[in-house]
């Protein structure tokens, strides 16, 4: 067994990539500029500089921004504002884990939409609608996570007029649309109908998970109820990170930034298709053209938790698939982030990996 795990388990940026200097410089400048409005208690909508950025960055009104402390603690406040327990959410499958353990412990019943290498099948999309009456739909659109799968345009257009038409709020998580490393971008929800979706969106790809800096764009009657509900949880976010991501945003830095990341991971990206198709032919994936993951759906007849026991006998740590997906499913599907490995790293694992499944399918 070789003595350097590698783990295929970690959906986070390169440790490489955090702009600590800058950072250093922008929390120097916030501090110097905005001390004693970031120090103290703070109306919870967020730092109002930061909100108005974010807001004319959308061509929305001030009034629909809202920050927090990373985008997952918005999706577990949007939750409690708008959802009972007992209501049908749909998700698609795969989708977050996480996500699907933030409806679930609020006691939603969570129910996936079967996903294609080009976003959720809009047939089973309308079925899964008229049978189950959701309250909401919650999708991934760009590069999505755990799939790497992108969301075809006329999909966008077809899934925000059936919403439309039964009356289904739709959330669209958004962290890693600006990370695209090769093609064109689709249209962005909110292009195609303004204001129907409410967007969340976080800085944690883009500049440090760390900080907790996440936002969402939604109606100004949404934001009131997620507003009241963050109040009595938390007072006030985590200010001091929000000042800081201002000063980041208003100095210019973040198109270089962007350009950066992209340089950084595009090769990654680059590196993990081709070992995939020189070393597991007979695996499937989606191709990614942005973001952190890939997913692989094993060779017929390979089972994921076989696979998973097996890795660390070849040096490697894979994440339990199944937990992508919200209503069984998954046996075969394994998450691969290719973000925070090298390109030698990443050559290597590949390469345990078509070992591990040769084994498997030769013992099984
Ligand atoms: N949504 C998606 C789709 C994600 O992949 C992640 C991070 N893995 C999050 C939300 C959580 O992001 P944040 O750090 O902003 O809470």
New binding site residues.
């Given amino acids: 067994m070789p003595d350097d795990l590698i783990r295929f388990t970690r959906?986070v940026p390169a440790n490489e990539s955090f702009p600590v200097d800058e950072l250093i410089e922008c929390a120097a400048t916030a501090l110097r500029e905005h001390g004693t409005t970031l120090l103290q208690y703070h109306p919870v909508r967020g730092f109002l500089p930061l909100r108005e950025l974010l807001a004319e960055a959308a061509s929305a009104p001030i009034e629909s921004v809202f920050i927090s402390n990373?985008?997952?603690?918005i999706?577990d406040l949007l939750t409690r504002a708008l959802l009972e327990p007992g209501d049908v959410v749909l998700v698609e499958r795969p989708t977050?884990d996480?996500?699907i353990t933030t409806f679930r412990r609020a006691g939603m019943i969570v129910k996936g939409v079967p996903l294609e290498d080009d976003g959720m099948e809009i047939d089973a999309l309308r079925e899964a609608i008229d049978v189950h009456r959701p309250k909401l739909l919650y999708v991934?659109p760009d590069f999505q996570?755990p799939s790497g799968s992108t969301m075809r345009a006329d999909k966008r257009a077809a899934m925000l007029s059936l919403a439309e038409a039964y009356g289904v709020r739709v959330v669209a998580?958004i962290?890693?649309r600006p990370l695209r490393y090769v093609g064109e971008d689709a249209p962005g929800l909110a292009e195609i109908a303004p204001g129907q979706a409410i967007e969340?969106s976080?800085f944690?790809?883009l500049i440090s998970?760390g900080m907790?800096v996440?936002w969402m764009r939604a109606p100004e009657e949404i934001v009131d109820r997620v507003a009241a509900i963050a109040e009595d949880t938390y007072i006030t976010p985590s200010m001091l990170s929000q000042g800081i991501v201002y000063e980041f945003l208003a100095q210019g830095r973040m198109p270089a930034t962007l350009e950066r990341l992209k340089a950084l991971y595009a090769p990654r990206l680059h590196a993990i298709l081709d070992a995939l198709n020189a070393r597991m032919p007979s695996a499937r994936w989606v191709r990614p053209e942005g973001g952190f993951f890939l997913g692989l759906t094993l060779p017929e007849g390979v089972d994921g938790a076989e696979v998973r026991a097996a890795a660390p006998g070849e040096g490697l740590v894979l994440s339990d698939g199944t937990g992508f997906f919200a209503d069984g499913g998954g046996s075969r599907f394994v998450r691969l982030p290719f973000c925070a490995l090298t390109e030698r790293e990443i050559d290597d694992a590949v390469a345990r990996l078509a070992r591990v499944v040769d084994r498997v399918r030769r013992d099984g």
């Fill in positions: 959906g990373g985008s997952i603690q999706l977050y996480r996500t991934i996570n998580d962290p890693y969340l976080s944690s790809k998970p907790r996440g």
